[in-house]
């Protein structure tokens, strides 16, 4: 499949990467991020762009695994739910850690 399934859903899964690299590149000069951040960017990115593409539910590998496994279910969204989580915390803890007035 070439286009993506809906493409409003897309978009929606989309912009939030396109404006969190415009970010990242107009201010990484002035604050730079740990490698870890940048590093951690990437599979966010890859799974949010996926999920739109497909929809969280029709990711064709994981209905490969939920079929092999005899799931109920596609499990992707999971795997979704924990990147939208997960990635944007380090970039939130990294900003504080540098900006609070608070001590680590």
């Given at each position: ?41 990437w599979?966010?990115?890859?799974i949010?762009?996926v ?21 109920g ?19 939130a ?9 608070l001590?680590?």
């Amino acid at each position: 499949m070439v286009g993506p399934g809906d493409r409003f859903t897309w978009w929606l899964e989309v912009f939030p990467v396109l404006v969190g690299l415009a970010l990242l590149l107009a201010t990484g000069r002035r604050f730079p991020l740990s490698r870890l951040v940048y590093t951690g960017t990437w599979p966010h990115a890859i799974i949010r762009m996926v999920g739109g593409h497909y929809t969280y539910a029709e990711v064709p590998l994981f209905n490969l695994l939920r079929d092999g496994f005899d799931l109920g279910r596609n499990h992707y969204d999971r795997v979704g739910q924990f990147a939208q989580g997960f990635f944007p915390a380090l970039v939130a803890r990294e900003i504080l850690l540098r900006t609070s007035p608070l001590k680590p």
